[in-house]
């Protein structure tokens, strides 16, 4: 149990568990925040109430996962200071200055809008209230933006160098625009719009299999499965895109991810393991099924590689990524998942074309409905494993080629580190089953039609005013 | 480019000190509520307190990051090193902080509100002690070393004075709240705060006194910038107009005015501020290291400048917005749904 008193693997554990705790709510909710614009304005489109019923009840989860995004959130950013003091004030010219940027363009907004967003349906004018939606919408989607700018520019810097010890911005513009940032930046945004999706797809099948409202839950079913058709063949596409970058710019990312210690050189077949078991210690795979010529044809679309794919034996072990088999296999389950989603989302439009998919039948497709109750979780575990395959895989470099992460972690008494690890460990556990008990309480209770709607006079049970006699009419009778 | 290395670090310590202000104010007030919270005595009161928050806590959370992200990009030597030092009261906060932000969710939904309820008032006592010994370490100064490291020990920050900080913070914080309530409610719960609100400002003042005369005393360093032309005449006037301001807090509290103790708390919290800041200034960790050592490159501080500074009018708009929409007093525990 050496760890125990060795600050920087604590600083490590403690920055991974917050930070995988932190990365469950917002993943959902900036994806689910376009779900509830598009909701909105089909409402404001139609005025038919089941859009605006909707957006109220996908808000309910929308603002439980909200809250515990934003207490998960601020340890994290104040994390840089406590645990990395070293690092933050080596990159503080950049990396703090977009830190501040997120807040102030992303957080604020987002925030400020909140409350009109959830509270204020009767207080602001539709209208008034859908750009409060935008606005959320906006500000979370804004908040991806800044934050995978930051990582990308950990990841592969640009934009200046380092002068004793602190990076000195010469080009801000190209230190945004790194070569990760664009791609990093769609494939999270695509990340969180897939997983809402499958989250919201889910949660509506479930209630399609219990034939609890299927009208309205076909409804948002059929949203989200349009949405799919787009989203999740353009994250397989923007994913492979992220992975030839890689390649490219981190080779020693690229080699854990395919536990390839010996170099392969350019022309020759490259094979892609489909599973292993790397052994760190002999610097080989202790066994493994391959696929001939796979590498090939995933980075360059031809069995042989024009430029070399390089091994991990290239590299001293103190100067590539350990934890091989985490990396590993965290790649391909985020892959496997990706696939699945596609394919889910694949074979759901060919019974909706079919004319399976009606609110009377679609109850009949048990098993297609199961895989979506299945797909509900699926994507935050893609999302949790692609962010280990990106930061477990670029050590032992907090900032790629510049900083070691060794280097890189305040000088604190281990207890101290310790023991905010422990209680973090106690309190995330107990947040965790916390939300999904209240999260399985709002689906369990389902939407509320009966709210009043924004705009339209509540009609009132019986109708109390005075019936007026109109020829060749019936009598007023009783509405509803 | 000489003046420039002077004045972007001026500039941004005055937007820091702005934003600083700024979170005080409102998550003071947001705060002191949740500790008040504590006190109420029926799950309806209670949900009202809450309800006065819900559409708010968020946004007056955030210029506490926004001022931490700004302090990152403007002055990363201070940010390191103050948090480095400071591990153990700025985690009390974020514990306190975490248990609060997810107590609006939680006890809305549960059935058995006691522990939300608890996480909630205690969170927010938390966090406001955090803060507390957070700023009272700061004030007394940071160990460092010819480079800016901090090279104390853990649990410096935990000294007489910084336990007196944090207890009239917490003061201040709980007068605020009761200031926030009065103005937000009526009827019985109103006059409950009218009660705690005077409590309140005689704690304040008090701690505020004992700090006024224990600086010079305990800090040899501030003494001299204390007594000496031209800031003597400044710090002469902060306790006289202090005086002043709660006074007229204590009569506008006995003639039962709605909004008016709320402003003249505003202003106490302002001119308290206004004294800290010329103590402090040009340093950001007193006697240590000054706001020009700290300050990130000028390429840095003129870009933050456009992207930040040109938005505080936006960002201070929407808020304003926000609490326009939100006015009014309210009477029930909850918006609706």
Not at chain 1, 45 to 62: D, Q, S
Not at chain 1, 381 to 390: H, L, P
Not at chain 1, 402 to 419: C, K, M, Q, W
Not at chain 1, 452 to 477: C, H, L, T, Y
Request: hydrophobic letters at 50%; proline letters at 5%; glycine letters at 8%.
């Amino acid at each position: 149990m050496d760890f125990l008193s060795d600050t920087v693997v604590l600083s490590r554990m403690q920055f991974a568990l917050t930070a995988i705790f932190h990365m469950l709510w917002p993943v959902l909710t900036t994806g689910m925040a376009i779900y509830l614009v598009i909701v909105e304005g089909l409402w404001l489109k139609t005025r038919n109430p089941t859009y605006y019923y909707h957006a109220r009840f996908w808000a309910k989860l929308y603002v439980l996962n909200f809250g515990i995004g934003v207490a998960s959130g601020i340890p994290m950013g104040f994390q840089f200071g406590t645990n990395w003091a070293p690092l933050s004030e080596a990159i503080g010219n950049f990396f703090g200055s977009i830190i501040g940027f997120e807040a102030s363009w992303a957080f604020m907004l987002e925030a400020a809008f909140l409350g009109i967003m959830v509270f204020g349906w009767e207080r602001v004018n539709p209208v008034v209230h859908y750009v409060a939606t935008i606005l959320v919408a906006f500000g979370a989607n804004l908040s991806t933006f800044w934050i995978l700018t930051a990582n990308s520019w950990l990841q592969t810097p640009a934009g200046g160098e380092m002068v004793d010890g602190k990076f000195i911005v010469k080009d801000y513009f190209q230190a945004v625009l790194n070569p990760f940032m664009p791609n990093s930046v769609l494939h999270m945004f695509t990340a969180t719009l897939e997983t809402s999706l499958f989250v919201i797809g889910g949660i509506s099948a479930w209630y399609l299999i219990n034939q609890r409202q299927p009208e309205f839950f076909t409804k948002s079913f059929k949203i989200v499965l349009a949405l799919a058709i787009a989203v999740a063949p353009l994250q397989i596409y923007v994913g492979h895109l992220s992975g030839e970058q890689v390649y490219h710019y981190q080779p020693t990312k690229l080699a854990a991810m395919e536990a390839q210690w010996e170099t392969i050189p350019a022309g020759q077949a490259a094979d892609w393991s489909a599973i292993a078991f790397p052994n760190d210690q002999l610097e080989r795979n202790d066994w493994e099924i391959s696929i001939p010529n796979g590498l090939g044809y995933i980075l360059e679309l031809k069995p042989k590689l024009s430029e070399p794919v390089l091994g991990l034996k290239e590299w001293a072990p103190a100067d590539r990524p350990h934890l091989l088999s985490l990396i590993y296999y965290s790649f391909r389950i985020m892959v496997a998942i990706g696939f699945f989603f596609a394919g889910l989302m694949l074979l759901t439009v060919v019974q909706w074309l079919r004319g399976k998919l009606a609110p009377e039948s679609i109850s009949q497709q048990r098993w297609l409905l199961r895989g979506w109750l299945f797909a509900a979780p699926l994507g935050y575990i893609a999302v949790e494993c692609g962010w280990i395959v990106r930061c477990v895989g670029r050590q032992p470099w907090a900032m790629y080629g510049e900083i070691r992460t060794a280097d890189a972690a305040s000088n604190l008494p281990p207890g101290n580190v310790l023991t905010t690890l422990t209680l973090f460990s106690a309190v995330y556990t107990l947040l965790f089953f916390a939300a999904l008990y209240f999260g399985s309480r709002v689906i369990r209770q389902g939407p509320n039609l009966d709210l009043p709607i924004p705009g339209v006079e509540s009609k009132p049970a019986v109708n109390v005013e005075p019936g007026e006699f109109v020829p060749n009419q019936r009598p007023v009778e009783a509405q509803q | 480019m000489e003046t420039l290395s002077y004045l972007l670090p001026q500039v941004w310590f005055g937007i820091l000190a702005l934003f600083l202000f700024l979170y005080v104010m409102l998550d003071g007030f947001d705060l002191g509520v949740g500790i008040l919270s504590l006190t109420s005595s029926s799950e309806e009161r209670r949900g009202i307190l809450m309800t006065s928050l819900s559409n708010i806590w968020d946004a007056n959370e955030t210029w506490l990051i926004l001022m931490g992200g700004s302090l990152f990009g403007a002055f990363p030597l201070a940010y390191s090193t103050i948090l480095n030092a400071l591990y153990i009261p700025i985690f009390i906060m974020l514990f306190g902080f975490v248990f609060r932000a997810v107590a609006f969710e939680f006890r809305e939904r549960a059935n058995r509100k006691f522990f939300w309820n608890f996480a909630f008032g205690a969170g927010s006592f938390l966090a406001a002690l955090g803060q507390g010994f957070a700023l009272g370490g700061v004030l007394a100064g940071i160990e460092v070393d010819a480079a800016g490291h901090f090279v104390g020990t853990t649990w410096d920050w935990f000294n007489l004075p910084s336990v007196l900080v944090a207890l009239t913070l917490i003061q201040g914080y709980v007068l605020i709240g009761s200031t926030y309530l009065v103005w937000r409610t009526e009827g019985e719960l109103q006059a409950t705060h009218f009660r705690t609100a005077k409590l309140a400002a005689i704690t304040t003042l008090v701690g505020a006194i004992v700090i006024t005369i224990a600086t010079p005393i305990f800090y040899e360093s501030a003494r001299s910038r204390l007594f000496d032309p031209p800031f003597v005449y400044i710090f002469a006037l902060i306790p006289l107009l202090g005086i002043g301001l709660v006074a007229l807090l204590w009569r506008s509290l006995s003639q039962k005015q709605d909004g008016t103790p709320l402003i003249w708390t505003i202003l106490i919290f302002l001119l308290t501020f206004l004294g800290l800041a010329l103590v402090v200034f040009p340093y950001i960790i007193p006697r240590s290291i000054t706001i020009y050592e700290a300050a990130a490159d000028p390429s840095s501080l003129t870009i933050m400048i456009i992207f930040i500074g040109a938005l505080i009018p936006v960002m201070l708009f929407y808020n304003l917005y926000q609490y326009f929409v939100f006015r009014g007093k309210i009477t029930s525990g909850s918006y609706g749904e």
